[in-house]
């Protein structure tokens, strides 16, 4: 089943300490990227990938950190967590980037609270 | 940096009437596309519709179409024969041709609810 996973889905943790958010594709897709979705505020992209190695800032990077060492893999590391860090976070993956007739396929989001 | 605003927070409609939902989007991009997407309660995004900026004619996907309007920055979507399984919130969203098409930006979201 094509899909992109999330873990964990849920997560709390305390300030300051270190974090990994992992999402993975099985498609194939060369874009992935992440969101924040944080309510009155909407989604907000924090990095995307157009592919292996390649990474760029979305709208809310400060804070975070991406790598794409591998097409399928796309974590996100927080290595010092703040409050204001609290949201949803959703991960997504798209074939060849968001020009393309490919819908953009979604993770489930991982519900974060930091303390 | 581009924008996206969605101006009504929340929109009610009856089963099968139609409701539009506003967008407008500020760029200085020529080049760009703009999207519409559902997430229902169960949280997943789903792409509604797309629209490509250099293209005038609009877009539409079954009971799904769009006012696309370039000069005006507009980008409304209108939902025909509305159906209790369109309850969601909505998000219009932009991606810009100066990114390679790989940034995006969302709305702030309109909660939609359609009632029996």
């Known amino acids: 089943e094509a899909q992109v996973t999330q873990n964990p889905r849920y997560l709390i943790t305390v300030t300051g300490k270190k974090l990994t958010v992992t999402c993975s594709q099985n498609?194939?897709?060369?874009?992935m990227s992440w969101y924040r979705q944080d309510p009155g505020l909407g989604l907000r992209q924090i990095y995307y990938?157009?592919?292996?190695?390649?990474?760029d800032k979305g709208d809310v990077p400060e804070g975070y950190k991406v790598s794409r060492k591998e097409k399928r893999n796309f974590p996100l590391i927080l290595e010092s967590p703040s409050p204001n860090q609290t949201s949803l976070y959703f991960c997504?993956?798209?074939?060849?980037?968001?020009?393309?007739?490919?819908?953009?396929?979604f993770g489930p989001g991982t519900r974060l609270t930091v303390l | 940096a581009q924008t996206v605003t969605q101006s009504q927070p929340e929109m009610s409609v009856q089963e099968a009437e139609t409701v539009t939902l506003s967008c407008t989007y500020d760029?200085?991009?020529?080049?760009?596309?703009l999207f519409w997407y559902k997430q229902p309660p169960s949280r997943q995004m789903i792409l509604v519709i797309r629209?490509?900026?250099?293209?005038?004619q609009n877009a539409t996907e079954n009971r799904f179409s769009v006012n696309f309007q370039k000069a005006a920055k507009s980008f409304s979507l209108k939902i025909s024969d509305s159906q209790l399984g369109d309850t969601a919130m909505y998000f219009c969203?932009?991606?810009?041709?100066?990114?390679?098409?790989?940034?995006?930006?969302f709305g702030q979201g309109t909660i939609l609810t359609v009632h029996p």
């Open positions: 997504a993956s798209s074939p060849l980037g968001l020009a393309v007739r490919h819908t953009q396929y």
């Open positions: 498609m194939n897709h060369e874009y």
């Open positions: 990938s157009m592919n292996v190695e390649v990474t």
């Open positions: 760029t200085s991009e020529n080049n760009y596309y």
């Open positions: 629209q490509e900026a250099y293209k005038q």
């Open positions: 969203a932009f991606a810009d041709g100066g990114t390679s098409y790989g940034k995006l930006t």
